[in-house]
């Protein structure tokens, strides 16, 4: 455990639900996309008000008529190869996983009266598998573009060192495969992996290249939560279709992409049949700009309360009840809805109106259904009210930084006025290696929203002015990576930069904004008298030895992908899996009188 200091957060306490009840619109309400883009916060819904027909468009998309019709697609789980790379040294054995993904063009059945859409997945579907990894197990992943166009992956939520992280210019172009070595070594969580190649992220997220990398760990296996088959992974997503059944990506002048067509899992509105039982639901936004506010509702209108459990990056210390999920993109939630109460009847997950900046359409109020049968095959898997011990952390005494993210010259989506384009400029800040700092995110000029993500760490949300004005229970209670900055807002996160260097991107995550400048970097720079060796430090995501190369069949012997390994773990990204050293080293770096210079524990990125 790192978080060594004692500090209770205030936001910690609990708001009322009350406080996020009917939260009003600004500006009168005449449906025009002026006064829509006004629109601040939360509209608390309930399933008969919150909604004003003046302001739903029409359809853009051919109309669909088919709501829970069609039942959720549930994901398969990403097997590995059959082969594993063991390392044995003295007193260990440890070993890596080996995956092969393939990029390629697919077509998937949306309207069931117009032709399958043409899309382009992970293993040719999407959501692409979802990986199952283990806390200590290293993994590499050979990510092989068989598809149209240029990719970059990036898991979501892991600590990547920076040339496996997915940055938007180390590109995979098709033809060529690329080699991403993943630590596996945080807590429990559920995170995700996705395109992020620079200036088209949007419209691959969009054609399907996204998918779940759950990482678990022994201490939540202990818990009995819900599992297998009542352990849901849910991504959420929103588009436009055209008339010959293919997907219309307009960014609305470069504003954003809120679709009017709403999918769980790629499948338009669908059920779910359920057991009277409880359930863990791992929420996703993998909407390209359509914020949620999420309700379970019974037919007769009540609302559910649930327990949400985790967030971004793992478990909560305790589960937080709740009747809504306020869900920006590239959020996760997991939650666990118990439906014992609720035999035989539909529960439906419905989505607020006048949410965020979304412009709603006819549908864009209804998610899915489960639908609740009579009997349960048993088990309970409840929710322990003790799921997590993480201690948290203090603020650091210094000043917060500042990032203002807002529209600049010229119409351009910036921070602090910079552009991913600005090359000279983008490294917007350097925190010191393994260091606490408070950010001040800003949402300025243009307004919008803007789910901002910061690569490399784990954040805690300290507070939230203007807008909302509020923090949310489930936002403070765990720790994560995006946060939903809202038209007004302007929010404070707390991290710790570590246990990397090297450059790293944040940026918003309204993929539109993304794709359109609103991408930047952090530095974590060398530490300068941490005996370094300087042979490979994993600064730069782009360096060269590590990036794509062109597809050989050579290269795909077991033999070939053994050594490849092996050369991989003996360039030491992850200290050989002793991630704990180096934050030791980083706590006696940082209370050294002579600045670190005894190393007491090693070094994380020297070689032998
Ligand atoms: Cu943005």
Wanted: hydrophobic share 35%; net charge negative.
């Amino acid at each position: 455990m790192h978080f060594l200091l004692p500090f209770k957060l205030a936001c910690l306490s609990s708001f009322p639900v009350s406080v996020f009840a009917q939260r009003g619109r600004v500006g009168s309400s005449d449906g025009s996309r002026a006064d829509q883009s006004r629109v601040i916060g939360l509209t608390r819904p309930s399933p008969t008000n919150g909604r004003n027909p003046l302001e739903t468009q029409g359809w853009i998309s051919p109309e669909y008529k088919w709501f829970y019709e069609y039942p959720l697609p549930r994901t398969p789980v990403k097997s590995k190869k059959q082969y594993v790379y063991r390392i044995v040294g003295v007193g260990y054995m440890s070993q890596i996983d080996y995956y092969e993904v393939e990029i390629k063009s697919f077509t998937q059945q949306i309207y069931p009266d117009l032709p399958a859409t043409p899309m382009v997945g992970f293993d040719g579907m999407s959501p692409g598998p979802t990986f199952v990894m283990q806390q200590n197990r290293e993994a590499v992943v050979r990510f092989i573009n068989n598809g149209p166009s240029n990719i970059s992956v990036h898991v979501h939520g892991q600590y990547n060192r920076a040339p496996f992280d997915g940055w938007a210019g180390d590109m995979t172009s098709p033809g060529q495969y690329k080699d991403y070595y993943y630590p596996n070594a945080q807590n429990a969580r559920t995170i995700w992996y996705h395109d992020h190649t620079e200036f088209t992220t949007g419209e691959h997220a969009y054609w399907g290249e996204e998918g779940y990398y759950i990482l678990t760990d022994p201490e939540e296996q202990a818990l009995g939560l819900p599992s297998g088959p009542y352990d849901v992974t849910l991504v959420i997503a929103a588009k436009v279709y055209n008339s010959d059944g293919s997907l219309q990506y307009d960014n609305n002048h470069e504003s954003g992409l809120w679709g009017d067509v709403i999918l769980v899992n790629e499948q338009p509105w669908p059920y779910m049949n359920v057991e009277p039982r409880p359930y863990r639901f791992r929420l996703l936004n993998g909407a390209v700009s359509r914020t949620f506010d999420l309700t379970l509702n019974t037919d007769a209108g009540e609302m559910l309360h649930f327990d949400v459990i985790g967030s971004d990056c793992g478990l909560f210390n305790s589960p937080v009840n709740s009747t809504f999920i306020a869900l920006s993109m590239g959020e996760r939630y997991e939650l666990v809805v118990d439906f014992s109460n609720f035999q035989n009847q539909n529960i439906t997950l419905l989505n607020g109106r006048g949410v965020g900046d979304n412009v709603d359409y006819p549908a864009t109020n209804k998610v899915m259904r489960f639908v609740v049968g009579g009997s349960s095959s048993g088990g309970s898997g409840g929710v322990p009210q003790t799921l997590r011990n993480h201690e948290e952390v203090a603020p650091p005494a210094s000043n917060a930084k500042d990032f203002t993210f807002g529209r600049g010259r010229g119409g351009v989506w910036e921070i602090n006025g910079v552009g991913f384009r600005d090359v000279e400029n983008r490294i917007l800040t350097k925190p010191e290696r393994g260091t606490y700092e408070t950010w001040q995110l800003r949402n300025g000029a243009g307004g919008g929203t803007h789910p901002v993500h910061i690569h490399l760490v784990d954040f805690k949300v300290l507070s939230r002015t203007g807008g909302r004005n509020e923090v949310a229970d489930y936002e403070s209670a765990g720790w994560k990576d995006v946060v939903w900055l809202a038209a007004g807002e302007s929010v404070q996160v707390i991290a710790r930069y570590a246990p990397w260097d090297g450059i790293y991107m944040f940026h918003c995550h309204n993929l539109v904004h993304e794709d359109h400048e609103q991408v930047v970097f952090l530095l974590v720079p060398n530490l300068e008298k941490w005996g370094y060796t300087n042979d490979t430090l994993f600064l730069d995501p782009n360096q060269r030895e590590f990036q794509a190369r062109n597809f050989n069949s050579d290269d795909f012997t077991e033999e070939a992908i053994n050594n490849k390994i092996a050369w991989l773990y003996s360039t030491n990204p992850y200290n050989k899996g002793n991630i704990a050293g180096v934050y030791s080293a980083l706590d006696a770096y940082a209370q050294a009188p002579d600045g670190g210079q005894s190393n007491p524990t090693g070094s994380p990125s020297s070689s032998d």
